[in-house]
């Protein structure tokens, strides 16, 4: 931080700068972290975690339970906003929508072998082994 017109201001990425501005009480937390009062409920004593990934990424943990939406939305951000770029970096289905669609394929997989694979369990089946790739 450094001061700017006689008050503190965060120095650091881009997307960093765009969230600290933006909330009350910041204080550092340690390398590449800082408390601050959650914009999402009526804090008076910092309960919202911020820090920044080596990637850029922002992280928000509000203590008593704020969703991040909640957060970004209350001080008019979106989600997009704390991701270098404004976009979210994944690549793909998360591992969970992977593991999901797994399961899908091995319950529709042993309905088939069972001859009670039909409708829209079918359907589901087969855009399961879609998503998977699979012949």
Not at 2 to 31: E, F, H, W, Y
Not at 46 to 59: D, F, Q, R
Request: charged share 25%; proline share 4%; hydrophobic share 35%.
């Amino acid at each position: 931080m450094n001061i700017q017109n006689g008050a503190l201001a965060p120095m650091g990425s881009a997307c960093l700068d765009k969230v600290l501005t933006r909330l009350d009480k910041v204080k550092s937390a340690g390398i590449d972290k800082w408390k601050a009062c959650c914009p999402a409920h009526d804090d008076k004593h910092p309960s919202l975690a911020i820090s920044e990934t080596s990637e850029g990424v922002i992280l928000l943990k509000c203590w008593a339970g704020c969703t991040t939406k909640e957060i970004v939305s209350a001080v008019g951000l979106e989600l997009r906003d704390l991701f270098p770029g404004g976009k979210q970096t994944r690549h793909g289905p998360s591992k969970a929508a992977i593991e999901h669609e797994r399961m899908v394929y091995r319950i529709g997989h042993s309905l088939q072998q069972a001859g009670k694979l039909e409708g829209d369990d079918l359907a589901r089946f087969n855009l399961a082994k879609q998503r998977l790739g699979v012949k």
